[in-house]
């Protein structure tokens, strides 16, 4: 197997094969906006992709299952009060997605909570809205779902979504609610992988799922067009390692679906070891590109490098916010 292919990793963890072949040269990666000109746009690869991704139902407890192969993580909480979702995955992907929610229960879905507005996780609220779901989400994400917004690390302007897709319910602060005979509690973060996330507790099940604030295994995108930080991805990560024991279950943005406290603290150390590293070079004069052949990732790249994300790229995320 090439060094190409060694850098790609399996539709499962984000369903983006063919993403990361159009990212992947002989010579090494492009960067987003180089791969929005070398191929048709990375949000389009990503959509194809979904389009004919297979689902994964990975079923944890409680009645919470996680749905995979749709952008981000979906979670499921079924029971005869109706299903509610965590995240919306890819509106391409809704017979897949239609098939395994069926797969639950005949129960509609009547709740959908987003993480944040990203594409790979909101794009689906329309389709769920048509089917029944009242939509909550931070203030923020309805605020970046109404207009439109570009992220110029995509080089990429997203249109508002339809009405019906936009969040008719938000929250800025802590809120909780019964569903199906659990605690299903809302926790806004402060500014991390966007300005807008909040985490999703599942009580009972002692289950979180967490949204873009952890990407299990690989490193993270952290958008700046909508407040993001490296900084807050770090205090993210200590508020849900703060939240969490060692029993509880925690589903990341992407990645594997089905994680725990000791994975998430492996993502929280590696990226304050490389929030220092690029902060004294950056400090020590060192330019972007002076920071990038350092290779300030080298310690943590064979574990969370193999993907969209690469290295020069993460370290450019992280000398933005340094």
Same mark, same amino acid.
């Given at each position: 197997m090439d060094s190409r292919h060694e850098k790609l990793i399996s539709r499962r963890h984000f369903c983006l094969c063919c993403t990361g072949a159009a990212l992947a040269t002989a010579s090494g990666w492009l960067s987003p906006r180089e791969a929005y000109a070398e191929a048709r746009g990375l949000v389009t690869l990503i959509k194809d992709s979904a389009a004919t991704s297979p689902i994964t139902t990975h079923k944890l407890r409680g009645n919470v299952t996680v749905l995979e192969g749709s952008g981000g993580n979906i979670a499921v909480l079924s029971g005869p009060d109706g299903k509610v979702l965590v995240d919306a995955g890819i509106s391409v992907s809704r017979p897949q997605l239609s098939k395994a929610l069926s797969a639950l229960g005949s129960e509609p879905v009547t709740h959908l909570i987003n993480t944040h507005w990203h594409f790979d996780h909101a794009n689906g609220n329309?389709?769920?809205h048509s089917v029944g779901a009242k939509i909550i989400a931070h203030e923020n994400t309805r605020k970046h779902l109404a207009e439109v917004q570009r992220v110029?690390?995509?080089?990429?302007?997203?249109?508002?979504?339809?009405a019906g897709g936009i969040p008719s319910e938000v929250i800025s602060a802590n809120r909780t609610f019964k569903?199906?005979?659990a605690s299903v509690e809302l926790k806004p973060f402060k500014p991390a992988h966007t300005d807008g996330?909040?985490?999703?507790? /599942? &009580?009972?099940?002692?289950?979180m799922h967490v949204g873009d604030t952890y990407w299990n295994g690989i490193y993270p995108f952290i958008d700046y067009s909508t407040g993001g930080s490296i900084d807050?991805?770090?205090?993210?990560?200590?508020?849900?390692?703060a939240a969490a024991t060692d029993k509880t279950v925690i589903i990341p943005g992407h990645g594997n679906p089905v994680s725990n406290k000791a994975e998430l603290k492996a993502f929280r150390d590696m990226l304050v070891d490389i929030r220092n590293n690029v902060a004294a070079l950056k400090k020590a004069g060192r330019s972007l590109?002076?920071?990038?052949?350092a290779k300030p990732t080298a310690a943590h790249d064979d574990? /969370? &490098?193999r993907f969209l994300i690469d290295p020069p790229f993460f370290t450019r995320l992280v000398y933005e916010g340094v």
């Open positions: 329309d389709w769920l110029e690390d995509w080089d990429y302007n997203f249109l508002p979504l339809p569903f199906n005979g996330d909040l985490s999703v507790t /599942f &009580g009972e099940a002692d289950i807050g991805m770090i205090a993210a990560s200590d508020a849900n390692l590109e002076e920071t990038i052949a574990k /969370f &490098g």
